[in-house]
């Protein structure tokens, strides 16, 4: 297993590539629509570093995007308690274990996000489900042509996509500080300009 190091709290720690963190995924995940899922935080995510300043970070954020409900498939009543265990016992580093972790904060976790990174991830999870619920509605298939103001209708639409928290979703913005509407063009821009590449990904992975 090729990893790089980190150092972390003053303990040497290890962090996972992307290539081992996939296997990892797909060693506990097998539904498409997991999996789709998780290629979209990634690409959400990293599009996010290197939005926000965090370039050199972009790969790690990625990899905690990809893993984020790495336990959620076979263990959905221990969401985020598996999580540690099973990234803990692949040598993860506790940077992504928090991270990883603190999604689910106030939900099936107490661990608060801290980093800039952990609370983007809380904020676009449930988001990125939303969108890609209401692409999927548009005669295009795409969120290339979808607008802000039709992304606000659907996301004040209860009923609609109504799996994806609007709770969670406004306490996201909450905790990054931005408005509502912030976060959601945000993370619809990051989606526009991540489609091809989670496409990519999902192609590759019925082939």
Same mark, same amino acid.
């Given at each position: 297993m090729m990893v790089v190091e980190c150092q972390t709290r003053g303990i040497k720690q290890m962090e996972l590539t992307r290539d081992r963190a996939l296997a990892l995924l797909k060693d506990y995940n097998r539904e498409p629509f997991h999996l789709q899922h998780a290629y979209t935080v990634e690409a959400v995510m990293r599009d996010?570093?290197?939005?926000?300043?965090?370039?050199?970070?972009?790969?790690?954020?990625?990899?905690v995007g990809l893993l984020h409900d790495v336990d959620y498939e076979r263990y959905p009543g221990e969401h985020c308690v598996k999580a540690r265990e099973i990234l803990?016992?692949? *040598? #993860?580093?506790? !940077?992504?274990?928090h991270a990883v972790v603190s999604h689910g904060y106030g939900i099936v976790s107490d661990v608060a996000p801290e980093h800039e990174m952990e609370k983007i991830l809380f904020a676009v999870d449930e988001l990125t489900g939303l969108i890609g619920a209401a692409a999927k509605m548009r005669p295009s298939g795409s969120?290339?042509?979808?607008?802000?103001?039709?992304?606000?209708?659907?996301?004040?639409?209860?009923?609609?996509?109504?799996?994806?928290?609007?709770?969670?979703?406004?306490?996201?913005?909450?905790?990054?500080?931005?408005?509502?509407?912030?976060?959601?063009?945000?993370?619809? *821009? #990051?989606?526009? !300009?991540?489609?091809p590449e989670i496409a990519a990904a999902v192609a590759q992975q019925t082939t």
């Open positions: 996010f570093a290197r939005e926000q300043g965090y370039g050199d970070e972009a790969d790690f954020w990625g990899i803990a016992e692949q *040598g #993860a580093g506790e !940077r992504l274990i969120v290339q042509d979808m607008e802000l103001k039709s992304l606000k209708k659907k996301y004040k639409t209860p009923s609609f996509a109504a799996g994806c928290s609007r709770d969670v979703i406004a306490r996201g913005a909450e905790q990054l500080g931005w408005e509502l509407d912030t976060l959601l063009e945000r993370t619809l *821009g #990051a989606m526009k !300009r991540c489609e």
